[in-house]
């Protein structure tokens, strides 16, 4: 943990979640999915900033963010080369910096995948409970003062309240304005929420094509 003056803060990001989230809410419709990416630090950042803004009674203890989690879905090298490529450069560029670590879970293809026919798509399998792990990990463990779960998945609220319950780490949430805020029964936790505004301030413009 951090010196008594500053506080370490670790979010957890569910990042297909978010991304998609931020996409249906803030992009014009039709806006393909890849124009509308969140950089992972960025958004943390952005967070951390907005958070502090609100906490103003009492006078909010300064908070530096020590981790960023990210958790997404990979695609099959051999069914998908291109996008697999993709996701790797993405991973490479946001982990530059050594705060953020992301872990990739191999997606899961429908049976018929390649055929004319095949019009189900690729699918996440495991994130969330990866995600529910990791959080609960971080609360028994102690490592740090606040632990923020980035997800408006309802699937996530058991596990905000057993982390809530375990140990001196305090469990918060964010997201986004307009969408759905998580509430884990008999807990109450700060939520940060980002607007549009904040939106554009976080989203990765990069070119990952090449």
């Keep these: 943990m951090a010196s008594e003056a500053t506080l370490s803060a670790c979010m957890v990001i569910d990042y297909q979640n978010i991304h998609l989230t931020a996409g249906g809410l803030f992009a014009p419709h039709g806006t393909p999915a890849r124009d509308t990416l969140v950089s992972p630090l960025a958004f943390a950042e952005r967070v951390l900033e907005v958070r502090a803004g609100l906490q103003t009674h009492p006078a909010p203890k300064s908070v530096s963010l020590a981790k960023v989690h990210v958790f997404r879905g ?6 998908e080369p291109v996008l697999y490529s993709v996701t790797q450069r993405q991973r490479a560029e946001w982990t530059r910096d050594a705060r953020v670590h ?71 949430t964010a997201g986004w304005q307009g969408s759905r805020r ?25 070119s990952y094509d090449r």
């Design 74 to 79: 990979s695609p099959s090298n051999a069914k």
């Design 102 to 172: 992301v872990t990739y879970r191999p997606l899961r293809y429908p049976s018929n995948w390649g055929h004319p026919t095949c019009i189900e798509r690729a699918r996440e399998k495991g994130i969330d409970v990866m995600v529910a792990l990791e959080l609960v990990q971080l609360a028994q463990f102690g490592q740090y003062d606040i632990v923020i779960l980035a997800s408006h998945d309802t699937d996530m609220e058991p596990a905000l309240e057993m982390a809530a319950g375990v140990g001196r780490v305090k469990i918060e």
């Design 182 to 206: 998580l509430r884990p029964a008999g807990r109450s936790l700060w939520h940060t929420a980002l607007n549009g505004t904040d939106f554009v301030k976080v989203r990765d413009r990069r």
